[in-house]
Every structure is written in structure tokens, then in C-alpha cells.
């Protein structure tokens, strides 16, 4: 059914499709107790049936093809899933073009002062590594800061671990405890 709204949907908008052809099922069957195990005699039945089916569009500029995935995307209802390989066709001086992209983008982000200025750090130690950096955004995107479970109760290392902090220069003693978010904070008292 959404396959046929997708036909209509890329008709109205002058993409050449074929299809919608049928695509094998994936059939999935499991039994599982009705209770708990004291009655394993007693089971259910379960089947999961998933159909696939391929639209191909010909031709079709990206920019319409683009606004026709989003259109999908837009009115699809639960439990349907859509997967879209799109094929562009280059030239083979590709290279080049991104080299000079590459460089007028430099000078744009040059005379804006766009690029950061090197650090204390940077010049003591060297410049940072860049795919330390495209790591952490990678994984912190895909919950490696997350608690255990996966829930994201923590959105970063600094707050899951309990960081133990030395008392100020000339401080006697710990004269209490504050909270803040959660986390327990001595509060010093000055000579």
C-alpha cells in the first residue's frame, strides 16, 4: 500500500518509476512460554512477515528525488522502513573540483578569522589530532557516554564520574557538603 503511494507520490512530482516490484520475504518465527517457567507446557506461536518492495526512479534529478525521499519520509506511517541507494554520475576530474573548493573555502574562512587561533596547548604540545576529535562527536553521538542501559542520563564523562577534588591552598577542613545536580561538593573554609 505505501509502496503504491510512493509510485503516485513520485508520478506527480514527473519521476520516471518503475515498479513497485516484489522483493523475497523474510519470514520470522519464535515460541516463547505463556507464563513463566513453571508452565513450559503451555507456549505461544509468534511470526513476523516483513515485505519488501523496489521503486526505481530513472532520471530523476537529485533535487527532486531529494525532495520526493523527504516527502516519504514525511508521511510514512509505523512500522514501514525505507532504504534509498541514489547513484550520481561524475566527472573524473573530481579531484580537482574539491581542491578548489578546498581553497576558496580556505580564503573565505582566512579573511573571516573563522579558524581558530592556536592555543597555549597547541604550541607546547603540537596541534591536536583531528580524528581524535571526529571520534568523540561519533561517539558521543552513538551513546558511548550513555549509562549502561543505553538511557541518556549522562551526557558526558565529567558527570558519571565523581571527580576527587584536593582543597584549596590554605584550607583547614571540610566544613560541609553542598549539592548541585546531583553531585556532592566540599565547601571549605578559608584561614
Not at 518492495?53 to 528525488?65: A, E, F, Q, S
Request: glycine residues 8%; positive net charge.
Amino acid at each position: 500500500m505505501f509502496a503504491d503511494f510512493a509510485v503516485r507520490s513520485a508520478y506527480f512530482l514527473n519521476l520516471c518509476a518503475r515498479g513497485p516490484s516484489p522483493l523475497p520475504r523474510k519470514t520470522e518465527r519464535w515460541t516463547v512460554p505463556r507464563s513463566n517457567f513453571v508452565h513450559k507446557k503451555s507456549q505461544e506461536n509468534f511470526e513476523r512477515i516483513t515485505m519488501k518492495r523496489k521503486i526505481t526512479i530513472l532520471n530523476g534529478h537529485p533535487d527532486t528525488v531529494a525532495i520526493w525521499l523527504a516527502f516519504l519520509r514525511r508521511h510514512q506511517y509505523y512500522g514501514i522502513g525505507m532504504k534509498a541507494n541514489i547513484y550520481e554520475h561524475g566527472d573524473l576530474d573530481v579531484a580537482q573540483d574539491l581542491d578548489k573548493e578546498a581553497e576558496r573555502l580556505g580564503k573565505i574562512l582566512g579573511e573571516k578569522k573563522l579558524l581558530p587561533e592556536p592555543s597555549k596547548r597547541e604550541e607546547m604540545h603540537g596541534p591536536m589530532n583531528s580524528t581524535s576529535v571526529l571520534d568523540e562527536s561519533f561517539k558521543a553521538q552513538w551513546g558511548a557516554y550513555a549509562a549502561m542501559g543505553g538511557a541518556p542520563g549522562a551526557s558526558s564523562a565529567l558527570q558519571r564520574i565523581d571527580m576527587v577534588k584536593l582543597p584549596p591552598p590554605g584550607a583547614k577542613k571540610a566544613v560541609g557538603y553542598s549539592r548541585a545536580r546531583g553531585h556532592e561538593k566540599a565547601v571549605y573554609k578559608s584561614q
